[in-house]
């Protein structure tokens, strides 16, 4: 029975490389749940999975569904899941590709309750970026008060979590954004921000203990001039941190993983008030291609998500 649609990609390339597509309605296998999907968070992933910049890390057989991360209801229980049940509003990072569905089939361990204060739009929009941004703050090793940790890329999703993270940590916190997302990025507790388009980061910053580097390239490249003796970069955007790490420095690649436990925790935060979680745009799921590509052009604040109710 065909009767879900969903945002396929055919071949690797530009825009055009996607559609939405109907597919037949996936069954809830051994351990999985079927969710009902009421939103999705976009993701820098997503172009560049589209685009084939990635097929080493996630090699993919095409056609395939993009997108990692969702939120909406238990419509079906398979095998063997206990925890929860159908009608449950739920959130998750899926760890693997497929989320922009009406209906999708996902591991249980993979997902979190959303709190009741929540909408479905706000909660889709915290699996990946909040959970990365925690597990990349805490790769390198316990953060602890006094540390000076700088973070690259701090208007974006991972970024506006990861200054707060470091700031309720105690940390000295270092940003770098655009002068005209200032005054957001100085809310979320950063004590230092530094416009990346007036002049140059290096001549402004010394003795960093942590980079969090969210932008890559060039600017992880430079980001070595900061580092203090014993400190380190952590990189979620350039692998290529793994080759180009000078010997004797400390360079670490980080892949996110779902961790439900800490999504509620995150989330929880977020409902109280004590966490804010920037949403940069909601757009329909006909709207999506041109969304994922915007992600790609267009410097943003936090997180677009899809609707599927529009
Ligand atoms: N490895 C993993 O597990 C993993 C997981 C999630 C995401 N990621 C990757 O991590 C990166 C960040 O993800 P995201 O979702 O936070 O992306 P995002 O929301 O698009 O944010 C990126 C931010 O970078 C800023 N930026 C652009 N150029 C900059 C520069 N030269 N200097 C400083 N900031 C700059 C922009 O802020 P302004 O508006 O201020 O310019 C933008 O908000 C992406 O590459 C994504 O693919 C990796």
């Not at 929009?125 to 006094?146: M, R």
């Not at 270092?174 to 140059?200: C, K, M, N, P, W």
């Amino acid at each position: 029975m065909k009767n879900v649609r969903a945002l396929m990609l055919a071949q690797y390339g530009g825009p055009d490389a996607v559609s939405i597509s109907t597919l037949d309605a996936p069954l809830a296998g051994a351990g999985q749940v079927l969710v009902r999907v009421r939103a999705a968070g976009v993701n820098g992933l997503d172009w560049k999975v589209r685009e084939g910049y990635v097929r080493d890390a996630f090699p993919l057989q095409l056609p395939a569904v993009l997108g990692i991360e969702l939120a909406g209801i238990v419509e079906a229980v398979g095998p063997g899941v206990s925890r929860l049940r159908e009608g449950d509003r739920v959130m998750g990072a899926l760890g693997s590709l497929g989320a922009y569905a009406e209906l999708v089939a996902v591991s249980e361990e993979n997902l979190s309750l959303v709190p009741e204060a929540l909408s479905f739009v706000e909660a889709a929009a915290l699996p990946v970026a909040s959970v990365a941004a925690w597990q990349s703050l805490h790769f390198a090793g316990p953060i602890h008060a006094g540390q000076r940790i700088l973070v690259q890329g701090a208007a974006g999703g991972l970024g506006g979590f990861a200054v707060q993270f470091a700031h309720q940590a105690g940390a000295v916190v270092f940003a770098t954004a655009l002068e005209s997302h200032f005054d957001y990025v100085h809310s979320l507790g950063a004590d230092h921000v530094i416009d990346y388009q007036q002049g140059r980061f290096e001549e402004a910053i010394k003795d960093i203990d942590l980079v969090l580097d969210y932008v890559g390239g060039d600017v992880l490249d430079r980001s070595w001039a900061v580092l203090a003796e014993n400190g380190a970069i952590v990189s979620t955007a350039s692998p290529a941190i793994q080759a180009s790490t000078p010997a004797g420095r400390r360079g670490l690649w980080f892949m996110n993983k779902p961790d439900a436990e800490r999504l509620r925790l995150i989330a929880d935060e977020v409902a109280r008030g004590s966490l804010q979680s920037r949403i940069d745009a909601v757009v329909s799921f006909d709207d999506l291609p041109a969304a994922i590509d915007r992600n790609r052009t267009r410097p943003q604040i936090g997180k677009t998500v899809v609707d599927f109710s529009l």
